[in-house]
Every structure is written in C-alpha cells, then in structure tokens.
C-alpha cells in the first residue's frame, strides 16, 4: 500500500504532532498521504488537502485516527467504495481500533510490508418510507437506533420480519444491530453478546412495557419492518449513535443486510473474547 487517507479526530488531545509524525514517517517511505482540505490546512499541510470524495475514493487505506467513533463515522463512508481502513486508538474502549500508539510505527512498517490481513464485517442498511415513498437511507457498521425524544413517554410500534409480525410494543425504542454492533448499545440494553465472524441481525427491544418482548436473533438475509403508531413527533432513527433523522407517525423503518460489507486491516489475530475481557474490564475499573 502507497496510497493513505487520514481521517483524524480533531478533538483528541496532541492530534497534531500524531498527524505531522504519520505523515513525515509514510512520506520518507514513498507513500502519498490524503488529508481532508480543511484538517490539513489546520496542521500546516495544506499540500496533502484534498475532498472528502477524493479520500475516500483514491486511498489504498483510510488511517482513522481516534476511537471507535471515529471508526464508525469512517466506516460509513467507505462502504461503497470498499476502501478497507485502520485505526489507531486514542479513545477509551478501542473495540474496533487496531494500533496502539507506542506500538504505532512499528505497526505501520508491517502494512507497508503487506503483513496483515482484511477482516470483512456485516454491516446494515435502513430506509425510511413516508406515504409509500423513501425518503432517507443510510448505511450502518453498528445498529440502527428507533427511540423517544427527551420527553419520558413510551413509543408505540410494530416490529415484522418478513411480513410476519414479531410484536406490537410500547417501549422507550428498538435497536437493530450487527453481531459489531452486539457489544454496543444492544448490550446495554440487554442484547447478546455475538463473536464478529457471524452474520445476523440483533432486534433488542429498549426498556418495553411488557415481560415476554426480550431480544431476539434474525437471520442476516431477513427484512425487519418496523411500523411507527406513535403520534409523538419527537422520535428518531439514529445510525451508529451519530447520525439522526426524524420521524413521523406512520412512518415505516426497513432494516435489511447492507450490500457492502466494512473491511478492516488487521495486524495481529484479535482475539474476539481476549479484547471483550480487556475492554470492558477497563471500562468497569
């Protein structure tokens, strides 16, 4: 690989030095290194600018440098042009990063040097109809998020997979999440725990009103509609925890398998539960 785009977190601490010693260190080995226009001229490297398109489309790997979320937000908009992409951690967790700072440059010799492998991982696709018409679809790594404004009021909707109806609820939301997705929100909500390798879709239900509604495992090539009954006009389809867009009553959220999947460059054979026990020990401690 020759070719790196930098997708950086502005708001992480000593950013810049990283960003200035990644691309002194690529460049001094012959790679060409993309920076979007605005974040280069800001770290004085106006000469790499170049449109968020031109990025994500030309780069041999997209080198995200941040957390999870900034991972996640870069998932999204490589997923058509299937640019497989990095991280290097500078958040808390770190479940989808794969560098570690003090071991960064050593790391990145290893890419240059093709010792690595692509981890490919299910990803979602939600639309949104109104009046038989859509009018919003996006693609998701982690889950697509239907929940209740700040106003303390229960949402009613109808959850189908494949035409057949799971349930009418009355609950604070629904999340639909890939097994990525599994050690996120899901999980807080009570959702299982799902090793990456697999493809399926998680329905967890958020805090509902009844006793038997309880997540539930969906076959990855199912249809999952959900059905909006609630008049509330405060509630809203998030993706990945960053995108929002709101809904109306009768409106009808279908949730499939997206045809793209995210591709991960991995240096190290992650182990699944190994990073589980590591990651939410230290959030626990």
Known sequence: MK????????????????????????EERGCEVMIKEDIAHAFGLSRLGVTWEQLFSQAECVLVIGGDGTMLWAARKVAKSGTPIIGINMGRLG?????????????LEKILAGHYYLEERMMLEASVYRDGKIVENEVALN??????????????????????????????????????GSTAYSLSA??????????????????????????????????????????????????DG??????????????????????????????FFEVLRKKLKDEGD
Not at 3 to 26: C, P, R, Y
Not at 95 to 107: G, K, N, R
Not at 200 to 225: F, K, Y
Request: one cysteine or more; a negative charge.
């Open 95 to 107: 479940f989808l990063t794969e560098i570690d700072i003090p071991d960064m440059l050593v790391d």
């Open 143 to 180: 889950d697509v998020v239907i929940s209740k404004g700040a106003i303390a009021r229960l949402i009613h909707f109808e959850a189908y997979v494949n035409d057949n109806l799971v349930n009418k609820y009355n609950a604070d939301g629904l999340i639909l999440a890939s097994p990525t």
């Open 242 to 271: 960053q995108y929002v867009y709101s809904l109306h009553q009768y409106d009808e959220i279908i949730v499939s398998r997206a045809p793209q999947k995210a591709k991960f460059i991995r240096i190290t054979g992650r182990n």
């Open 3 to 26: 070719k790196f785009g930098l997708v950086v977190n502005l708001k992480k601490g000593e950013v810049a030095n990283l960003v200035n010693q990644i691309t002194s260190w690529l």
């Open 190 to 239: 009570g959702g299982p725990l799902v090793t990456p390798d697999h493809d399926l879709i998680l329905l967890t239900p958020i805090c509902p009103h009844s006793l038997w509604a309880r997540p539930i495992v969906i076959a990855p090539d199912s249809l999952i509609r959900v059905a909006l009954q609630s008049e509330d006009s405060a509630v809203t389809l998030t993706m």
